[in-house]
C-alpha cells in the first residue's frame, strides 16, 4: 500500500513557474516507479512524464518535453515535477501515481498505474 499527497500547485501566469511536489507513505519509496498526469475540465487523464524506481531513467509527453523535469528523492519519500515556461494549456488538475509493476521502464498508461494522489491544481493564466 502507498499513500500519495501533492502538493505545490497553484496559479501562475504564461511563461512562469511551478514545482509540485508528492510524498509518499508506506512500501519502501525505492521500490517502485512514480508517474505524473494531468486531467483538464472535459478531458481524459493525460500522461504528462514518469520516472523509474532510482530515478535513472525519465519520460515525458512530447507536449511538456523540454519545459518539465520529474525527479525523485528517494531519501526523502518524494517525486517532483518542475514545470517551467508555463502555458495555459498547462492548466489541469496534476496527479502523481504509483506503479508497482514496470519499475524499470514506467509505462504512459493510467491504468497501470495503482495508487494515485488526490491531485493539486495547476492554472495558467495568459
Known amino acids: 500500500q502507498v499513500q500519495l499527497v501533492e502538493s505545490g500547485g497553484g496559479l501562475v501566469q504564461a511563461g512562469g513557474s511551478l514545482r509540485l511536489s508528492c510524498a509518499a507513505s508506506?512500501?519502501?519509496?525505492?521500490?517502485?516507479?512514480m508517474g505524473w498526469f494531468r486531467q483538464a475540465p472535459g478531458k481524459e487523464r493525460a500522461f504528462v512524464s514518469a520516472?523509474?524506481?532510482?530515478?535513472?531513467?525519465?519520460y515525458y509527453a512530447n507536449s511538456v518535453k523540454g519545459r518539465f523535469t520529474i525527479s525523485r528523492d528517494n531519501a526523502k519519500n518524494t517525486v517532483y515535477l518542475q514545470m517551467n515556461s508555463l502555458k495555459p494549456e498547462d492548466t489541469a488538475v496534476y496527479y502523481c501515481a504509483a506503479d508497482f509493476d514496470h519499475i524499470v521502464v514506467p509505462t504512459t498508461s493510467p491504468s497501470d498505474y495503482g495508487y494515485w494522489g488526490q491531485g493539486t491544481r495547476v492554472t495558467v493564466s495568459s
Open positions: 508506506g512500501r519502501t519509496f525505492g521500490t517502485y516507479a
Open positions: 520516472i523509474n524506481w532510482n530515478g535513472g531513467s525519465t
